[in-house]
């Protein structure tokens, strides 16, 4: 199944919220010559525009290409959310690379904020930022641990914008009682994600990258020089990024084996009244729970709840996305019964084993970045950026994060699909029991 145009048509983004209401690039062309150049990017989502942005920036020749548009998949699509730290914890980080180690993946993913935020002001894209995100708990029994953790993330790191919360306090910033504590941190934010991709797409744009969009690549050729070719054209190239995530499809197969594609879905509701619309986040601080099949929302500017949730067994969308999502919407306000869903929309991201990024170096001139495990804002910002400076000849934050171990998904790409649905049934049996 080719997920590029499994659930969307050819070039035409998803009818989300997002879509709606965003100020559209204008289409880029479609790549019909051969072509030359210093580096070819595959894909435009976050990795691929920060890093085509930042090698323009030093003078390099780039090439990005898309097989639909700037912005498309994930990077235009998911929950809007920039967190703090990594998509693992810094206790699980500790075990299993060591203090030292975990400590420098914190600061490179504290840069990741500053970056995503130094680029909004840089290129003045307007993309609605909102400080704070909670981490909230769904089971008693993960409240002692939250607790926990905001003292380490004070003590041991030195982050002192993130606090906990218990129930009460939970009680007074969300109308539900479907939490029992959790934390608070007003280093992270939400945003607009497809404004925040958009506006690097113009920025990218204005630094001279040549982008091409609708043109899909169909295969590499390795060598001292790379032959990156695609329906009607090749480009060949000094240096190949591969920036694909949950849409790489067949163009690596070691990646493949490591970075596995998986869909969510998400639910804008029709605007509220600005009293209703505070009662359900009075902080508007985005949400992300404690269950494995995480539900995370957030007020928009204009007063609708955007939620994400629910798991899916295959790779097709759901035939009434808004229905699927709205059920697990009202497990945590009821009280929306009344409300209607205007937006449903689905997308695919790409995910790891142990949920940390897969950067890797497939070749001398073919690097790979992916994997984000739905922590994607901040860190693909980055990424993109630590290939750009390892094509520029400083390698050494690359490789640091190449060297975290990526294990194989069993069974390799092939049993990828009935594995996905494995696991999701057995874990939405946890969150549920």
Known sequence: MDLLTANDKQGTYPASYYQATTQMLEVQPLLEQDTDCDVCIIGAGYTGLSAALHLAETGMNVVL????????????????????GQRLDQEQLESMLGQPKAHTLWDLAEESKHLVHGLIKRHAIECDYQAGIMHVDHRRRF?????????????????????????????SLMDTDAYFGGTLDMGAGHLHPLDLALGLGRAALKAGVRVFENTKVTGLE???????????????????????????GQLDQAVARRVMPINNFVIATSPMP?????????????????????????????????????????????????????KHM?????QLSDVDIEYGWG?????????????????????????????G?????????LASEAIAGTAS?????????????????????????????????????
């Open 65 to 84: 290409l898309d097989a639909h548009r700037i912005g498309w998949g994930a990077s235009g699509r998911n929950g809007g959310q920039l967190g703090s």
């Open 143 to 171: 409240v002692e641990g939250s607790k926990t953790y905001a003292a380490k993330l004070q003590q041991d790191y030195g982050y002192d914008k993130i606090r906990f919360i218990d129930q009460p306090e939970i009680r």
């Open 222 to 248: 390795a060598g001292n020089i790379v032959r990156v070719s695609t329906r009607r054209s090749c480009v060949n190239a000094r240096f190949v990024l591969l920036a694909c995530n949950g849409y790489l």
């Open 274 to 326: 600005q009293e209703r619309a505070q009662s359900l986040i009075r902080n508007r601080a985005a949400i992300a729970d404690s269950k494995f099949v995480v539900n995370y929302f957030r007020l928009s500017k204009d007063n609708r709840l955007l939620f994400g949730g629910g798991e899916n067994y295959g790779y097709r969308f759901p035939d009434d996305i808004k229905s699927f999502v709205r």
């Open 330 to 334: 009202l497990q945590i306000y009821p």
């Open 347 to 375: 997308g695919t991201l790409g995910i790891t084993m142990n949920r940390m990024p897969h950067l890797a170096r497939l070749a001398p001139n073919i690097l790979s970045a992916s994997g984000y495990s739905g922590h």
């Open 377 to 385: 804002i901040g860190m693909a910002t980055l990424c993109g950026k």
């Open 397 to 433: 934050r690359f490789d640091l994060m190449a060297s975290i171990p990526s294990p194989r998904f069993p069974g390799g790409a092939a049993f990828q699909a009935p594995l996905l649905a494995l696991a999701m049934l057995y874990f939405s049996l946890r969150d549920r029991f």
